[in-house]
């Protein structure tokens, strides 16, 4: 405060909580605060903020006056007033809340409030996420040997995210703060928010897990986990399954998949190629129903295929390895199921080829417009 003027009542009271934030966050217990900048504990949401104090540590802060702090020059009442809101929230993060790898062994304490929830505590908001807590939710995934999952294949919806990072593994950010990731090269704020809405549904998922030496937690999309359950437990038992058990454990999941992750136009181009409402229809009735090219048509099939490659990396090794059980259970008992929907979903999501605008595969064996058996394996509906 400048020399010879008068203080408000809010001025004073100002001063009263600085001195107060000063005794706790000096004491013994926040030692680890101290060496943290005043920027750990902004927010991107946060407005006024004092700019000329953010690159400096706490420690350095609160050693100096609240008189010499307050004549920096740009620094007015209302960001004086902001820096103190962000000691209050340095004062209200536990510091055992503070990640294992920049602070040694946690501490018992008080709970600090979580953030990355929006205010209903239903969904996240990238406006409440500091770097004390993009900290936690990195060290969480290196501490559950999630590093090397891809970005892609833990997203909540495909469609948020920017192609070129579906296949980026976590571990590319977890020794970057969110200052560093923000001036990264083509990391807007879009780019940013999908990479923090990862790392925030795997810390949601993951906190206050314990680690147990000969057991593993297994992080995969629910829709995959289904099928791949299904899968396995298939390969494993007699006989080939009714058309309606493989639509609903099988067709109907990496479907939804896709409706989960593409647009309404590929959803619905993946509905027609499986015959969900009628018949199956051909790359050329589809294209002359959505008013495009065949070529145009064949990209938006390698969309999907691009997703399950993302979603069920394994997913073309399993589902040809069932392909082929289904082939030598019927050449066996000399039936000829109606498989015609599954084959369909096999060369819809794990095509033999990239497709382009000639054809889907070329020398695929074409399937009558009757019961289709599993003579050659594949389906070309061109």
Partial sequence: MRPGKTSTVEELQIISRFESLRKILTSEEYADHLEKPLAYWALPT???LPLAFLGRTLKDLLNAP??????????????IASFVKLLARAANT???ELPVELTGTPENGRVAKRNGHTANGDGFDPGTVSEVVWARWRASVVKHGLAAEKLGRLAPSLRNMTRVIWNTPLGEYTDSTLEEI?????HGEKRVRAILEVFYSVYTLVDGMGTQDHLLVRIVPRLIDRVEQWVANTLQTAGVPSEQEIFEHFVAPLLEQVRVD???QIASLAENRLGISGPITSVRQAARTMGLTRARVYQLLNEINDILIVRWPTGRHQAYELRDRFQSEAAQAGESPELRQFLAAIELFYPGSRRGAAGPLEQAPVLDDGNSSLVGGEVNVA
């Fill in 262 to 264: 593409a647009t309404q």
């Fill in 182 to 186: 923000r001036a990264m090269k083509t």
């Fill in 94 to 96: 536990d510091p055992s």
């Fill in 66 to 79: 609240f008189g010499e702090l307050s004549e920096t020059p740009g620094i007015g009442q209302k960001k």
């Fill in 46 to 48: 946060d407005r006024r």
